[in-house]
């Protein structure tokens, strides 16, 4: 069975429908979730979600987008040591978006990495436009985790490999146009590679423009299997070890 490492089921649309959700990733062969928070009510309710699910894990952070100004660094410490909560995310630099100022993202990244490192849980890293920045800022922390929805390029997946990083593949990958990202695929080790959704963002191919959900997680991880040289079954077995391996979950 998948992993679907990253999806926002705490969203209303997909947390509304949450049994259907579950059921089709199921008959999909994506047997558990990754429910990744953006803020401090999307965490909490990440955490519920996956303590009430055994399908379910929960990651708790506050969105490089929406960290201008944050103040509930307390409620981020408490919810980094609840049982279902695997990692703290997402976090991490967006040069892209400017609705936070770089300062704000550099210090709330930082201090996110702080919280994971004082957990023992890995981070779950968006980054967008500023992958240099972004690497500069693990290798000077060195907490464990994954480059969600991996968009830069071979150099960048080298060195975040060199960190000791994960990778994880999401829609894009399996769009026509994504010809250098797939060739990046090829070159993940095995034992570092993980797939993803983003739900409700980001649908694979041929769901792009409807609302994507976990169990399109096997589209995207039969493009990367076939990218790796793999059979899927194989593929599949070797991502659900390496998200058990970066998560430390026992089930
Ligand atoms: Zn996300």
């Not at 309710?45 to 929960?58: C, G, N, V």
């Not at 201008?68 to 909560?85: D, K």
Request: glycine letters at 6%; proline letters at 4%; a neutral charge.
């Amino acid at each position: 069975m998948l992993v679907d490492s990253h999806c926002h089921l705490a969203y209303d649309e997909l947390r509304n429908d949450l049994a259907g959700v579950l059921a089709r990733a199921e008959a999909a062969g994506v047997g558990r979730c990754v429910v990744i928070g953006t803020d401090v009510a999307s965490s909490r309710l990440a955490s519920e979600m996956a303590t009430a699910d055994p399908r379910l894990f929960a990651a708790a952070g506050i969105h490089p987008n929406d960290c201008e100004g944050f103040q509930e660094w307390v409620a981020l410490e408490e919810l980094s040591r609840q049982r279902r909560v695997v990692a703290l995310g997402e976090t991490g630099l967006d040069w892209y978006r400017t609705t936070a100022s770089r300062d704000a993202q550099r210090a709330a990244f930082a201090r996110t990495m702080e919280i994971a490192k004082a957990a023992g849980k890995p981070v779950v890293i968006h980054c967008r436009e500023a992958y240099d920045d972004t690497l500069d800022m693990i290798a000077a922390s060195r907490p464990a985790g994954v480059m969600h929805c991996f968009a830069g390029d071979e150099k960048q997946a080298k060195r975040a490999l060199d960190l000791g990083f994960y990778i994880s593949f999401a829609g894009p990958v399996t769009y026509k146009k994504s010809e250098a990202l797939r060739r990046i695929a090829a070159l993940i080790p095995r034992d570092r590679v993980l797939v993803e959704t983003d739900a409700p963002f980001l649908p694979p191919e041929p769901h792009r423009g409807k609302r994507n959900e976990p169990a399109y997680a096997r589209l995207t991880a039969e493009c990367v299997a076939k990218c790796a040289g793999m059979a899927f079954e194989d593929f599949a077995r070797q991502e659900s070890e390496n998200a058990k391996r970066l998560f430390g979950w026992n089930s």
